[in-house]
């Protein structure tokens, strides 16, 4: 099983729809989440970090879920704009006072007119 | 925001050739950089983590005399693709990260072509 799993999509969603994904995680001593945003040929972007309370930014909503061990990405009122994959990120503690990272595969969105 | 510097962008050599990639923290100080490489349509590869100071953890599979990647400073870290052959073509991304739990910060990738 993988550490961070994601489901690959694609999903399709009309403009203006609320699209939601999920990152499931497997270390329960994970520690701090994220969510990235990657266009095609192009490096991820910090889209926003995800706070154990759950944490807003305009349209976008992240949700950590520590009992079921997943985070959460909600999109309200899609935009054309918004098609790209979505990339989770979890640090845990890797030994030796480092953290270890671990991408998702990514979740690509493609909204349609 | 913090900022990530790589270059170059992109790079064509011819096969037999080395190619070194830099990646600079610009406004923060890198405490683990981390080398990806990225094929088309694919996810996310890394490569090796590379904390300031010691040696680079290389993940399965990745040759380490083909990599060399050196994290000198805080703010820099290289890799050199020795040898390059067209295999080795693709995307190479750096990321940085400050403190511990910080968000990592990607560096606008280098576009590697082998001919």
């Known amino acids: 099983r993988k550490e961070v799993e994601q489901d690959p999509g694609p999903f399709n969603v009309p403009e203006g729809a609320t699209v939601a994904f999920n990152c499931t995680y497997s270390n329960s001593a994970s520690q701090s989440f994220f969510w990235y945003r990657q266009d095609c040929r192009k490096e991820p972007k910090l889209l926003m970090s995800?706070?154990?309370s759950g944490n807003e930014d305009g349209r976008f909503t992240a949700q950590l879920n520590r009992a079921s061990q997943y985070i959460s990405l909600l999109i309200r009122d899609s935009k054309l704009s918004d098609s790209a994959t979505y990339l989770c990120v979890v640090n845990r503690p890797g030994g030796g006072g480092y953290q270890k990272v671990t991408f998702g595969t990514g979740t690509k969105l493609q909204v349609i007119p | 925001g913090a900022v990530v510097s790589q270059h170059p962008s992109w790079v064509i050599c011819k096969s037999g050739t080395s190619v070194k990639i830099e990646c600079r923290s610009l406004?923060?100080?890198?405490?683990?950089m981390f080398w990806y490489r990225q094929f088309p349509k694919q996810s996310l590869m890394l490569m090796a983590t590379?904390?300031?100071?010691?040696?680079?953890?290389?993940e399965q599979g990745v040759e380490k005399d083909k990599f060399l990647i050196n994290h000198a400073s805080l703010t820099l870290s290289t890799l050199t693709v020795t040898s390059a052959h067209p295999e080795d073509s693709s995307f190479y991304i750096c990321s940085a990260r400050g403190q511990y739990n910080s968000p990592l910060h990607f560096g606008n990738g280098t576009r590697l072509t082998v001919t």
């Open positions: 590379s904390n300031e100071g010691s040696k680079a953890t290389y």
């Open positions: 406004d923060f100080q890198a405490t683990t």
């Open positions: 995800v706070y154990s």
